[in-house]
């Protein structure tokens, strides 16, 4: 059976830059690989009359024609049959929004992990044979991870413990869920804290609006049919975390956005046992944050 060959094109008025995104690429290890060069959109554009890309990695700031531009022009062209993606200095939130309306389908910042650019280049453009691995995952992150792997979409991404977040780790605004027996309270037998970075990528992403969701991180708000993907995440979430409670897993009874500076969240942030915080991680899409707190 024939392997097709991986084709990439890099577009960067830098030939330094060039070369650090060919070397990730080809850390990649395609059975078979080509990859081609541009010092600027013009040359690129170009080379597109003959070389068909499976994906475009470009920079913003270029001479001539701006890296912004060609994506739309890009998108324009192709309609959407070649996926484009930035990395870029560029880090205002206002033009990292409008490259996802032009049709962007990720945005990494220079200096950037290898990592990042792995993640996102496997994800276009998937290895022959290659498949999801899941790591051992423990049995009360199990719902969770498969909620998370639906939701983003095939969207690579990490859930992972980190170290106790302070109250000003979280954002201004936070989505606060309750848990109770049955989905009743009182009384409150846990909660959870999504900060809006989290509740962003998952409304986003699931929905297809990936350009939006820095407008609700910015915002610090969202509409109740954005919070839809939150509801759902928490429940599984909750469910997971109380896996052993003497009555069965508790269910999410009420939820709501409150300001970080709320008592009551305060209080329980610094009082309680049984916290576990965890940090949610979309490579070239963002970071968001989780805390889980069992009330004794």
Not at 30 to 40: G, V
Not at 91 to 108: C, H, P, R
Not at 252 to 280: C, H, W
Request: glycine share 8%; charged share 20%.
């Amino acid at each position: 059976m024939s392997t097709s060959t991986a084709k990439f094109l890099i577009v960067d008025d830098s030939r330094a830059i060039q070369s650090i995104i060919k070397r990730v690429i080809e850390s990649c290890n395609y059975p078979k690989l080509e990859i081609q060069s541009a010092s600027d959109a013009e040359a690129a554009m170009d080379i597109l009359d003959k070389f068909k890309p499976d994906l475009i990695i470009t920079d913003w700031h270029m001479h001539k024609i701006s890296g912004l531009e060609f994506c739309q022009h890009v998108s324009q062209t192709y309609g959407g049959r070649i996926p484009i993606g930035f990395v870029t200095t560029e880090s205002s939130l206002e033009k990292i929004e409008l490259a996802y309306q032009s049709g962007a389908k990720f945005v990494i910042n220079k200096p950037f992990q290898d990592v990042d650019l792995r993640a996102q280049l496997t994800r276009f453009v998937p290895l022959n044979g290659s498949a999801n691995a899941v790591d051992s995952v423990p049995d009360e992150l199990r719902g969770t991870m498969t909620t998370l792997e639906t939701m983003l979409k095939g969207q690579p991404f990490n859930f992972e413990p980190c170290p106790p977040l302070a109250l000003s780790d979280f954002s201004e605004n936070n989505f606060i869920g309750l848990f109770g027996e049955n989905g009743k309270t009182p009384p409150v037998n846990a909660l959870a804290i999504m900060d809006m970075g989290a509740v962003g990528m998952l409304w986003g992403i699931n929905n297809d609006q990936q350009s939006m969701i820095l407008s609700v991180v910015k915002n610090g708000t969202a509409t109740n049919d954005q919070l839809n993907e939150a509801r759902k995440f928490m429940d599984d979430f909750g469910a997971g975390m109380s896996i052993g409670y003497k009555n069965g897993p508790l269910k999410l009874a009420r939820s709501s956005i409150v300001n970080r500076q709320f008592p009551r969240l305060e209080m329980s942030l610094t009082s309680n046992e049984g916290r576990t915080d965890y940090k949610l991680t979309v490579p070239g899409i963002g970071v968001g944050y989780v805390t889980y707190i069992k009330l004794i």
